[in-house]
């Protein structure tokens, strides 16, 4: 079955740096736009950035354009999101996210605190 399991959350200083991983398992990750949003508590889930299959192509909210990159190693079926120059409006639970035919698929979520 697919499974997406998140990691690399925690708590940063503002100006810093994450980096989050992806780890996807029970399809072929290769062949799919994989994306990562965020939730804030008592917000709806938005979508921070997404990579075309073979990673040729990202998009990036406009929040988050120049300060996160999006990227995938379809070696090691691991979708990625380099986030750097961190603030304390971004501070959520982060979801990597694929869709397939016609059903969606979330992980767990991992949690980015941005606070001094």
């Known amino acids: 079955q697919v499974q997406l399991v998140e990691s690399g959350g925690g708590l940063v200083q503002p100006g810093g740096s994450l980096r989050l991983a992806c780890s996807a398992s029970?399809?072929?990750?290769?062949?799919?736009?994989m994306s990562w949003y965020r939730q804030v508590s008592g917000k709806e889930r938005e979508l921070v950035a997404g990579i075309t299959a073979g990673g040729a192509n990202t998009n990036y909210a406009d929040s988050v354009k120049g300060r996160f990159t999006i990227s995938r190693d379809d070696v090691k079926n691991t979708l990625y999101l380099q986030m750097n120059s961190l603030k304390p409006e971004d501070t959520a639970v982060y979801y990597c996210?694929?869709?397939?035919?016609?059903?969606?698929?979330w992980g767990q979520g991992t949690q980015v605190t941005v606070s001094s």
């Open positions: 996210h694929v869709w397939i035919v016609i059903a969606g698929y």
């Open positions: 029970g399809f072929t990750f290769s062949s799919y736009y």
